[in-house]
């Protein structure tokens, strides 16, 4: 937990007291387990949203075989590139952007004892997490919030390291620990110019 955390949290066990419950704040998403804050599974929330507004998608269930998530591919009509997501998640952790038969068998390798889903790749230039409201028993209802997403990047300057550049990246400097789990080595490499 970050210093930042630290007041939001003392926050949260003071409302948690008022409300007598620790995730009262869940009743402010009540289709969604635990209102989002952890633990939901993408499965759910898929039942929830209309199909003409989601992309192709199918549910590879836990153990399956490489060769049944292939079948599961072929069967949905899917073609490459897909994306491939747990269905239990967050912050991109385990998302992974699947080529060819042979990436869809190696993330199924990687990820034999979980669900997940594979999607269509969609690929617009922006996305962007919308949050809407709608007031119980009125029709009131709206957008509070837009939020642009951004994939995490760096950009060489031909001196130093992919691991110098997460450092000195504020938003990569968060998830340094799984940058080095998944490259390793690699981030002793110096990117050139640009």
């Known amino acids: 937990m970050g210093l930042t955390s630290i007041p939001t949290f003392f926050y949260w066990l003071y409302l948690s007291a008022r409300a007598r ?4 704040f869940s009743a402010t998403n009540p289709g969604i387990e635990s209102g989002g804050m952890i633990g939901e599974l993408k499965e759910d929330i898929h039942q929830l949203i209309p199909n003409d507004l989601m992309p192709l998608t199918a549910f590879v269930p836990a153990g399956t075989s490489e060769e049944g998530a292939v079948q599961i591919f072929q069967e949905k009509g899917f073609e490459y590139p897909i994306i491939a997501k747990p269905d239990i998640g967050g912050r991109g952790v ?5 080529k060819n038969e042979e990436g869809l068998k190696a993330y199924q390798r990687d990820q ?9 790749f969609v690929d617009y230039e922006i996305e962007a997490g919308v949050m809407h ?4 028993d ?28 997460i450092e000195d990246n504020p938003r990569a400097i968060l998830v340094k620990d799984t940058l080095i789990e998944k490259y390793g080595e690699r981030l002793q490499r110096v ?3 640009g």
């Open 112 to 120: 034999a004892n979980v669900a997940y889903h594979l999607q269509a």
């Open 138 to 165: 009125s029709e009131e209802s709206g957008i509070i919030s837009v939020t642009l997403k951004e994939f995490l990047s760096i950009t060489g300057d031909g001196v130093s390291t992919c691991m110098d550049l």
């Open 21 to 24: 419950s620790f995730f009262g």
């Open 94 to 98: 385990g998302v992974r952007k699947i």
């Open 133 to 136: 409201y709608q007031m119980p």
């Open 191 to 193: 990117l050139p110019n």
